[in-house]
Structures are given as C-alpha cells and as structure tokens.
Antibody, heavy 117, light 110 residues
Framework: EVQLVESGGGLVQPGGSLKLSCAAS????????MTWVRQAPGKGLEWVAQ????????NYVDSLRGRFTISRDNADNSLSLQLNTLRAADTALYYC??????????WGQGTLVTVSS | QSALTQPPSASGSPGQSVTISCTGT?????????VSWYQQHPGKAPKLMLF???KRPSGVPDRFSGSKSGNTASLTVSGLQAEDEADYYC??????????FGTGTKVTVL
C-alpha cells in the first residue's frame, strides 16, 4: 500500500524557519517525481514545488522561489521542504504528493504550519 | 501563474449531472493536454479523479468524465450521488515544470 506521511509542521514566529518531511513507503520512491502542495485554512490548493526522481531538477511557484527549498533522500525514501523567512501568509496545511505523469495520484494527510507571533 | 478559474459552486439533485468548468490561458490549459481533477471532502486529502483531461485512475467511477476545448477544461459528474458532495479542483501543467490549480468548486447534492 502506498503511504505518504508528512511531519514537521508546527507553530513558528514570523521570520522563522521550519523543515517539513514526507516519509514514503509502498512504492519505488526513487523513480517518481514528487511535489508539495499547500492549502491555507478555508482556501484552495496551491502547487508549491516539484523535484525530479534523482533530485537534480527542482522547480517552484514563482512567489516562493528563494524562500522554500525542496529536496529528497532516496536512500531514506523521504522528501523534504525547507521553509525560510516564514510569513503569516505561509500558514497552511502542506501536502506531499506523488506524480503520475503530470498529475498527483497519491497524497499524504498533510502537516499544518502556523506562522504567528 | 494565476489560478485557473472555476465557478465557486455547483449543484444538482441525485441522479442528475453537474458540469464544472476550469478556465485558464493559452499557456496552461490551452497549451497542454495535462489537466487533472481532484475531489476533496472536508478534512481529507485531495483524491485524483481524472488526469490527462479525461483518463480515470483505477477505482474512479465512470460517472466522472472530462473534456477540454481551447483554454477551458470541464469535469462532468453524471448520476450524482450523495458521496459526490465535495470540493473539486482542476490543475494544469503550465510548462517549464510549473503547475497551477483552479480556484475550486463546491459541489452540493440537493
């Protein structure tokens, strides 16, 4: 069974940093593109970043490029998202998702990031 | 990378059909046959319902169908059932490894 389990969310002050993790199991992690998607409370979905199977190619939504960094450890079957210089607008549930072609076929349950003083 | 435009709400009675539009631009929906649709129930993770405009993943009922014309994609749910009441989001590949989601549509089964 495919499983994606996010962790690392929590309450952080504006300007702070946080590292989110996504533990993958039940599939050959190293052969899939992976993505992070976020959802602010009561709002819609927003694509955040994508990483290639070997981790060499990454891409970000323009508004977050430079503050967020996506990475992966194929030996550990894990995906990460480093969040820096956090703002209140970054408060959201962060999901990791697996690509199937240009769609996202498996999702975790999300980890909540709250940016507040 | 502006969000794709969806109607905020749609509704239908059980057994009826409802169609949700997803309007983008010639750089995303119009340029790629890579539109997917997601169903999200309250408090749950999104679920892939259609990919590549009209393909259904294993396990998704054939009541769900998709199409695309120009810069607008559409999701149709036929034979509405109570469990179809949820939020629906489209997304499109936008080139250069970018993706954009739609604004979301709340489907109500009357």
């Amino acid at each position: 069974e495919v499983q994606l389990v996010e962790s690392g969310g929590g309450l952080v002050q504006p300007g702070g940093s946080l590292k989110l993790s996504c533990a993958a199991s039940g599939f050959t992690f190293s052969t899939y593109y992976m993505t992070w998607v976020r959802q602010a409370p009561g709002k819609g979905l927003e694509w955040v970043a994508q990483i290639s199977p070997d981790g060499r190619a990454t891409n970000y939504v323009d508004s977050l490029r430079g503050r967020f960094t996506i990475s992966r450890d194929n030996a550990d079957n894990s995906l990460s998202l480093q969040l820096n210089t956090l703002r209140a607008a970054d408060t959201a549930l962060y999901y990791c998702a697996r690509h199937v072609g240009r769609a996202f076929d498996q999702w975790g349950q999300g980890t909540l990031v709250t940016v507040s003083s | 990378q502006s969000a794709l435009t969806q109607p905020p709400s749609a509704s239908g009675s059980p057994g009826q059909s409802v169609t949700i539009s997803c309007t983008g631009t010639s750089s995303d929906v119009g340029a790629h046959y890579s539109v997917s649709w997601y169903q999200q129930h309250p408090g749950k993770a999104p679920k892939l319902m259609l990919f590549d405009v009209s393909k259904r993943p294993s396990g998704v009922p054939d009541r769900f169908s998709g199409s695309k014309s120009g810069n607008t994609a559409s999701l149709t749910v036929s034979g509405l059932q109570a469990e179809d009441e949820a939020d629906y989001y489209c997304t499109s590949y936008a080139g250069d490894s970018n993706y954009v989601f739609g604004t979301g549509t709340k489907v109500t089964v009357l």
